[in-house]
Protein backbone atom coordinates (compact mmCIF):
# COMPACT_ATOMS: atom_id res chain seq x y z
CA UNK A 1 0.00 0.00 0.00
CA UNK A 2 1.09 3.54 -0.68
CA UNK A 3 0.74 5.06 2.99
CA UNK A 4 2.31 2.08 4.29
CA UNK A 5 5.49 2.49 2.34
CA UNK A 6 6.32 6.40 2.51
CA UNK A 7 5.71 5.95 6.47
CA UNK A 8 8.56 3.05 6.14
CA UNK A 9 10.67 5.24 4.70
CA UNK A 10 11.97 7.03 8.31
CA UNK A 11 12.78 4.00 10.16
CA UNK A 12 14.52 2.35 7.26
CA UNK A 13 17.78 1.73 7.38
CA UNK A 14 18.97 3.11 3.99
CA UNK A 15 16.76 5.93 4.77
CA UNK A 16 20.04 7.16 6.46
CA UNK A 17 21.89 7.18 3.69
CA UNK A 18 22.99 10.47 1.77
CA UNK A 19 20.37 10.95 -1.28
CA UNK A 20 22.07 10.40 -4.43
CA UNK A 21 20.97 11.63 -7.61
CA UNK A 22 22.79 9.07 -10.28
CA UNK A 23 26.50 7.99 -10.52
CA UNK A 24 27.64 9.93 -13.67
CA UNK A 25 27.50 7.41 -16.51
CA UNK A 26 30.30 6.08 -18.34
CA UNK A 27 30.22 8.47 -21.10
CA UNK A 28 31.08 11.96 -19.10
CA UNK A 29 29.09 14.68 -20.46
CA UNK A 30 31.08 18.06 -21.05
CA UNK A 31 31.05 20.31 -17.72
CA UNK A 32 30.82 23.62 -19.84
CA UNK A 33 27.04 24.72 -20.78
CA UNK A 34 29.11 27.07 -23.34
CA UNK A 35 29.61 23.51 -25.02
CA UNK A 36 26.03 23.39 -25.45
CA UNK A 37 23.52 25.33 -27.91
CA UNK A 38 21.40 26.74 -25.11
CA UNK A 39 18.01 26.34 -27.38
CA UNK A 40 18.16 22.13 -26.51
CA UNK A 41 14.07 21.43 -26.44
CA UNK A 42 13.02 22.84 -23.07
CA UNK A 43 9.63 21.48 -22.50
CA UNK A 44 8.78 23.70 -19.48
CA UNK A 45 7.23 26.45 -21.70
CA UNK A 46 4.73 23.42 -22.53
CA UNK A 47 4.25 21.27 -19.41
CA UNK A 48 0.67 21.68 -19.32
CA UNK A 49 -0.33 20.55 -22.40
CA UNK A 50 -1.21 17.11 -21.42
CA UNK A 51 -4.59 18.98 -19.48
CA UNK A 52 -5.73 20.45 -22.58
CA UNK A 53 -8.75 18.47 -24.43
CA UNK A 54 -7.75 16.60 -27.42
CA UNK A 55 -8.26 18.33 -29.92
CA UNK A 56 -6.69 21.50 -29.08
CA UNK A 57 -3.80 19.31 -27.76
CA UNK A 58 -2.80 18.57 -30.47
CA UNK A 59 -3.08 21.84 -32.48
CA UNK A 60 -0.73 23.06 -29.51
CA UNK A 61 1.88 20.10 -30.24
CA UNK A 62 1.86 21.70 -33.85
CA UNK A 63 2.39 24.86 -32.65
CA UNK A 64 5.18 24.14 -30.16
CA UNK A 65 6.74 21.40 -31.84
CA UNK A 66 7.45 23.61 -34.45
CA UNK A 67 9.22 26.02 -31.92
CA UNK A 68 10.79 23.71 -30.03
CA UNK A 69 12.46 22.42 -33.93
CA UNK A 70 13.87 25.53 -34.73
CA UNK A 71 16.57 24.23 -31.70
CA UNK A 72 17.93 21.29 -33.99
CA UNK A 73 17.77 23.50 -37.21
CA UNK A 74 20.51 25.72 -35.18
CA UNK A 75 22.57 22.75 -34.86
CA UNK A 76 22.94 22.39 -38.31
CA UNK A 77 26.63 23.69 -39.55
CA UNK A 78 26.61 26.70 -42.01
CA UNK A 79 23.83 28.45 -43.75
CA UNK A 80 22.04 25.15 -44.30
CA UNK A 81 20.75 25.24 -40.87
CA UNK A 82 19.01 28.68 -42.10
CA UNK A 83 15.98 27.07 -44.40
CA UNK A 84 15.48 24.32 -41.76
CA UNK A 85 15.07 26.91 -38.97
CA UNK A 86 12.02 28.76 -41.29
CA UNK A 87 10.48 25.71 -42.17
CA UNK A 88 9.84 24.87 -38.54
CA UNK A 89 9.30 28.68 -37.46
CA UNK A 90 6.28 28.95 -40.61
CA UNK A 91 4.87 25.74 -39.95
CA UNK A 92 4.06 26.95 -36.19
CA UNK A 93 2.95 29.73 -37.24
CA UNK A 94 0.10 28.19 -39.51
CA UNK A 95 -0.63 26.02 -37.30
CA UNK A 96 -1.44 28.73 -34.98
CA UNK A 97 -3.48 30.42 -37.20
CA UNK A 98 -5.47 27.39 -38.30
CA UNK A 99 -6.06 26.93 -34.42
CA UNK A 100 -6.85 30.24 -33.39
CA UNK A 101 -10.88 30.59 -33.11
CA UNK A 102 -10.72 27.48 -31.31
CA UNK A 103 -7.84 28.24 -29.00
CA UNK A 104 -10.18 31.56 -28.20
CA UNK A 105 -13.36 30.00 -27.57
CA UNK A 106 -11.89 27.72 -25.08
CA UNK A 107 -10.47 30.22 -22.77
CA UNK A 108 -12.48 30.85 -19.23
CA UNK A 109 -14.27 33.67 -18.48
CA UNK A 110 -11.91 34.47 -16.34
CA UNK A 111 -8.77 33.76 -17.94
CA UNK A 112 -9.79 35.24 -20.96
CA UNK A 113 -8.06 38.40 -21.45
CA UNK A 114 -4.68 37.33 -20.21
CA UNK A 115 -4.98 34.65 -22.97
CA UNK A 116 -6.00 36.69 -25.56
CA UNK A 117 -3.06 39.29 -24.60
CA UNK A 118 -1.12 35.96 -25.00
CA UNK A 119 -2.34 35.43 -28.01
CA UNK A 120 -1.84 38.46 -29.33
CA UNK A 121 2.52 38.48 -28.38
CA UNK A 122 2.67 35.18 -29.87
CA UNK A 123 1.18 35.76 -33.22
CA UNK A 124 3.05 39.34 -33.33
CA UNK A 125 6.32 37.80 -32.31
CA UNK A 126 6.60 35.43 -35.29
CA UNK A 127 7.47 38.39 -37.58
CA UNK A 128 10.50 39.58 -35.65
CA UNK A 129 11.40 35.64 -35.70
CA UNK A 130 11.22 35.33 -39.37
CA UNK A 131 13.45 38.52 -39.92
CA UNK A 132 15.86 37.06 -37.34
CA UNK A 133 15.99 33.74 -39.05
CA UNK A 134 16.46 35.88 -42.90
CA UNK A 135 19.52 37.90 -40.84
CA UNK A 136 20.46 34.53 -39.96
CA UNK A 137 21.54 35.78 -36.66
CA UNK A 138 21.62 32.52 -34.34
CA UNK A 139 22.01 34.21 -31.05
CA UNK A 140 18.50 36.88 -31.94
CA UNK A 141 16.52 33.13 -33.23
CA UNK A 142 17.02 31.89 -29.85
CA UNK A 143 15.92 35.05 -27.74
CA UNK A 144 12.30 35.02 -29.82
CA UNK A 145 12.23 31.22 -29.99
CA UNK A 146 12.38 31.40 -26.00
CA UNK A 147 9.92 33.92 -26.09
CA UNK A 148 7.38 32.62 -28.35
CA UNK A 149 7.61 29.45 -26.05
CA UNK A 150 6.85 31.66 -23.03
CA UNK A 151 3.71 33.16 -24.63
CA UNK A 152 2.81 29.64 -25.67
CA UNK A 153 3.01 28.05 -22.24
CA UNK A 154 1.05 31.33 -20.75
CA UNK A 155 -1.82 30.29 -23.19
CA UNK A 156 -2.03 26.93 -22.66
CA UNK A 157 -2.01 27.47 -18.48
CA UNK A 158 -5.07 29.95 -19.52
CA UNK A 159 -6.60 27.05 -21.09
CA UNK A 160 -6.62 24.86 -18.11
CA UNK A 161 -9.73 24.84 -15.84
CA UNK A 162 -8.98 23.95 -12.40
CA UNK A 163 -6.56 21.29 -10.70
CA UNK A 164 -6.76 18.35 -13.36
CA UNK A 165 -6.61 15.60 -10.52
CA UNK A 166 -6.71 14.51 -6.87
CA UNK A 167 -3.45 13.71 -5.27
CA UNK A 168 -4.12 10.66 -2.79
CA UNK A 169 -5.25 11.38 0.39
CA UNK A 170 -1.75 10.24 2.32
CA UNK A 171 -0.33 13.05 0.94
CA UNK A 172 -2.28 15.79 2.32
CA UNK A 173 0.28 16.54 5.45
CA UNK A 174 3.16 17.37 2.53
CA UNK A 175 2.86 20.75 1.06
CA UNK A 176 1.49 20.98 -2.38
CA UNK A 177 2.05 23.22 -5.49
CA UNK A 178 -1.34 23.25 -7.42
CA UNK A 179 0.07 25.44 -10.48
CA UNK A 180 2.86 26.68 -11.85
CA UNK A 181 5.50 28.98 -10.02
CA UNK A 182 8.50 31.33 -11.36
CA UNK A 183 11.54 31.37 -9.14
CA UNK A 184 15.02 33.16 -9.23
CA UNK A 185 18.12 31.97 -8.07
CA UNK A 186 21.26 33.88 -7.40
CA UNK A 187 24.68 31.87 -6.85
CA UNK A 188 28.09 33.94 -6.21
CA UNK A 189 30.96 32.06 -7.91
CA UNK A 190 34.36 31.55 -6.25
CA UNK A 191 36.56 30.93 -9.44
CA UNK A 192 34.23 31.40 -12.22
CA UNK A 193 36.00 29.70 -15.71
CA UNK A 194 34.16 33.27 -17.60
CA UNK A 195 35.20 35.63 -14.65
CA UNK A 196 31.60 35.92 -13.63
CA UNK A 197 31.30 37.03 -9.87
CA UNK A 198 27.71 35.31 -9.93
CA UNK A 199 24.87 34.21 -12.11
CA UNK A 200 21.02 34.99 -11.94
CA UNK A 201 18.89 32.32 -13.45
CA UNK A 202 14.66 31.70 -13.66
CA UNK A 203 13.05 28.41 -12.68
CA UNK A 204 10.21 27.24 -13.54
CA UNK A 205 8.15 24.41 -11.23
CA UNK A 206 5.44 22.42 -12.80
CA UNK A 207 3.21 21.50 -9.71
CA UNK A 208 0.83 20.32 -12.59
CA UNK A 209 2.34 17.57 -13.31
CA UNK A 210 4.26 17.35 -9.82
CA UNK A 211 2.32 18.79 -7.39
CA UNK A 212 3.83 17.15 -4.34
CA UNK A 213 7.48 17.62 -5.60
CA UNK A 214 7.47 20.84 -6.80
CA UNK A 215 5.22 22.12 -3.35
CA UNK A 216 8.35 20.96 -1.66
CA UNK A 217 10.68 22.51 -3.08
CA UNK A 218 8.71 26.10 -3.34
CA UNK A 219 7.93 25.60 0.40
CA UNK A 220 11.37 25.22 1.33
CA UNK A 221 12.49 27.95 -1.07
CA UNK A 222 9.29 30.16 0.99
CA UNK A 223 11.36 29.12 4.46
CA UNK A 224 14.82 30.29 3.05
CA UNK A 225 16.36 27.00 3.56
CA UNK A 226 18.44 27.40 -0.04
CA UNK A 227 19.53 30.77 1.39
CA UNK A 228 23.51 30.96 2.06
CA UNK A 229 23.98 26.86 0.92
CA UNK A 230 26.62 25.75 -0.82
CA UNK A 231 26.71 23.98 -4.22
CA UNK A 232 27.58 20.31 -2.67
CA UNK A 233 28.09 18.51 -6.23
CA UNK A 234 29.39 19.76 -9.47
CA UNK A 235 30.60 17.20 -11.67
CA UNK A 236 29.95 17.93 -15.28
CA UNK A 237 26.99 15.69 -15.08
CA UNK A 238 24.99 17.39 -12.65
CA UNK A 239 25.35 20.51 -9.74
CA UNK A 240 23.88 19.39 -6.71
CA UNK A 241 22.74 20.98 -3.24
CA UNK A 242 20.16 21.12 -0.65
CA UNK A 243 22.06 19.05 1.91
CA UNK A 244 21.67 20.54 5.74
CA UNK A 245 24.91 20.97 8.02
CA UNK A 246 23.24 17.73 9.90
CA UNK A 247 21.55 15.10 8.92
CA UNK A 248 20.50 14.28 4.79
CA UNK A 249 17.13 16.67 4.68
CA UNK A 250 14.87 18.82 6.24
CA UNK A 251 13.52 18.74 9.88
CA UNK A 252 9.99 19.62 10.19
CA UNK A 253 8.42 20.96 13.30
CA UNK A 254 7.93 17.44 14.42
CA UNK A 255 11.50 16.98 14.73
CA UNK A 256 11.86 14.26 12.04
CA UNK A 257 13.34 14.43 8.38
CA UNK A 258 10.48 15.45 5.95
CA UNK A 259 10.48 12.98 3.38
CA UNK A 260 8.61 12.93 0.19
CA UNK A 261 7.42 9.97 -2.30
CA UNK A 262 8.62 9.34 -5.63
CA UNK A 263 6.18 11.21 -7.95
CA UNK A 264 6.39 10.25 -12.20
CA UNK A 265 3.73 11.61 -14.61
CA UNK A 266 3.69 9.21 -17.52
CA UNK A 267 2.13 11.23 -20.20
CA UNK A 268 -1.39 10.20 -21.18
CA UNK A 269 -1.88 9.42 -17.69
CA UNK A 270 -4.87 11.44 -15.72
CA UNK A 271 -2.22 11.75 -12.45
CA UNK A 272 1.36 10.87 -11.34
CA UNK A 273 2.39 7.74 -10.18
CA UNK A 274 3.66 7.92 -6.28
CA UNK A 275 6.31 5.70 -4.55
CA UNK A 276 7.29 3.47 -7.85
CA UNK A 277 9.37 3.75 -10.48
CA UNK A 278 8.30 2.71 -14.02
CA UNK A 279 10.70 0.18 -14.07
CA UNK A 280 9.15 -1.25 -11.02
CA UNK A 281 5.86 -1.30 -12.61
CA UNK A 282 7.15 -2.46 -16.09
CA UNK A 283 6.48 0.91 -17.54
CA UNK A 284 10.33 1.86 -18.63
CA UNK A 285 10.00 2.19 -22.08
CA UNK A 286 7.02 4.95 -21.55
CA UNK A 287 7.42 9.11 -21.43
CA UNK A 288 7.28 11.07 -18.55
CA UNK A 289 5.27 14.19 -18.89
CA UNK A 290 8.29 16.15 -17.68
CA UNK A 291 11.28 14.47 -18.70
CA UNK A 292 15.15 14.70 -18.35
CA UNK A 293 15.16 16.23 -21.56
CA UNK A 294 17.34 19.46 -21.39
CA UNK A 295 20.12 21.48 -19.76
CA UNK A 296 18.72 22.70 -16.64
CA UNK A 297 16.30 19.94 -15.68
CA UNK A 298 15.32 20.06 -11.94
CA UNK A 299 14.84 17.31 -10.16
CA UNK A 300 14.82 15.17 -6.14
CA UNK A 301 18.02 13.64 -5.21
CA UNK A 302 17.00 10.44 -3.46
CA UNK A 303 18.83 7.32 -1.94
CA UNK A 304 19.52 4.86 -4.51
CA UNK A 305 17.67 2.14 -3.50
CA UNK A 306 14.84 3.67 -1.51
CA UNK A 307 12.15 5.49 -4.01
CA UNK A 308 10.72 7.78 -1.07
CA UNK A 309 13.49 9.29 0.28
CA UNK A 310 13.96 12.60 -1.03
CA UNK A 311 13.40 15.52 1.37
CA UNK A 312 15.61 18.94 0.80
CA UNK A 313 18.43 17.62 -1.89
CA UNK A 314 18.23 18.22 -5.95
CA UNK A 315 19.62 18.33 -8.17
CA UNK A 316 20.47 20.56 -11.90
CA UNK A 317 21.07 17.83 -15.11
CA UNK A 318 23.83 19.16 -17.17
CA UNK A 319 22.81 17.07 -20.77
CA UNK A 320 22.47 17.09 -23.95
CA UNK A 321 19.45 15.59 -25.19
CA UNK A 322 21.11 14.13 -28.19
CA UNK A 323 23.63 12.50 -25.95
CA UNK A 324 21.03 10.88 -23.50
CA UNK A 325 17.52 10.89 -25.41
CA UNK A 326 14.28 10.98 -23.37
CA UNK A 327 12.89 7.59 -22.62
CA UNK A 328 16.16 5.87 -23.18
CA UNK A 329 18.30 7.34 -20.65
CA UNK A 330 18.92 5.94 -16.80
CA UNK A 331 17.09 8.53 -15.20
CA UNK A 332 13.41 9.29 -17.09
CA UNK A 333 11.02 7.15 -14.67
CA UNK A 334 13.49 6.94 -11.58
CA UNK A 335 13.99 10.12 -10.41
CA UNK A 336 11.56 13.06 -10.15
CA UNK A 337 11.39 16.14 -12.26
CA UNK A 338 9.15 18.84 -10.86
CA UNK A 339 10.57 21.76 -13.42
CA UNK A 340 13.31 23.67 -15.56
CA UNK A 341 15.70 26.40 -15.50
CA UNK A 342 14.25 28.38 -18.69
CA UNK A 343 16.70 31.04 -18.33
CA UNK A 344 20.63 31.45 -17.29
CA UNK A 345 21.00 27.66 -17.72
CA UNK A 346 24.52 28.63 -19.05
CA UNK A 347 25.70 29.61 -15.30
CA UNK A 348 25.12 25.74 -13.79
CA UNK A 349 28.45 25.08 -16.33
CA UNK A 350 30.17 27.68 -14.11
CA UNK A 351 29.62 25.99 -10.30
CA UNK A 352 31.64 24.47 -8.19
CA UNK A 353 31.79 23.01 -4.77
CA UNK A 354 31.81 25.69 -2.70
CA UNK A 355 29.57 28.55 -4.53
CA UNK A 356 27.02 29.92 -2.79
CA UNK A 357 22.98 29.89 -3.03
CA UNK A 358 22.74 33.79 -2.52
CA UNK A 359 19.09 33.34 -2.34
CA UNK A 360 16.07 31.80 -4.46
CA UNK A 361 12.86 33.59 -4.16
CA UNK A 362 9.69 32.90 -5.47
CA UNK A 363 8.68 35.60 -8.48
CA UNK A 364 4.74 34.50 -9.32
CA UNK A 365 2.92 31.19 -8.41
CA UNK A 366 2.99 31.34 -4.71
CA UNK A 367 -0.28 31.22 -4.60
CA UNK A 368 -0.64 28.25 -5.70
CA UNK A 369 1.04 26.35 -2.77
CA UNK A 370 -0.57 24.55 -0.59
CA UNK A 371 0.91 23.94 2.87
CA UNK A 372 -0.45 20.69 3.71
CA UNK A 373 -0.82 19.96 7.66
CA UNK A 374 2.59 18.80 8.80
CA UNK A 375 1.75 15.88 10.29
CA UNK A 376 2.67 12.65 8.65
CA UNK A 377 0.22 9.44 9.12
CA UNK A 378 1.61 7.19 11.49
CA UNK A 379 2.54 3.57 10.37
CA UNK A 380 -0.18 0.71 10.40
CA UNK A 381 1.00 -1.46 13.21
CA UNK A 382 2.66 -4.98 11.51
CA UNK A 383 0.06 -8.18 12.09
Known sequence: MRGSTMNAITSHPQAKKEPQCPKTPATRLPACAADFWPGAAVSSHGIVLVLLPFGLLMKFVTVQKGLEDISEGL??????????????????????????DKIVASLPPNQKAT???????????????FDAIQDKDKDEIFVQQQELLNHVGNIEEAMVKGFPFEVPSEYNYLPQLKG??????????????????SGVMTLVCDGLS????????????????YNGMEIQRADGFVVQT????????????SGEVRRIPLEIHVEGDK???YELTLEDIGRFNEQPLLPFNAYGTMAMARSEFENNSASSQVFFLLKESELTPSSANLLDGRYAVFGYIVEGQDYLGEMHVGDKIDYIKVLDGAQFLQPGSGQAPQAEPEA
Open 75 to 100: RVPGSKAFPIVMKAARGSASALDRGK
Open 115 to 129: GLGELDKLQNGFPIL
Open 271 to 273: EPI
Open 180 to 197: RATLEMKVSFKDSPKGDK
Open 242 to 253: GRPDKGDGYVGP
Open 210 to 225: APVSAGNFVDLVQKKF
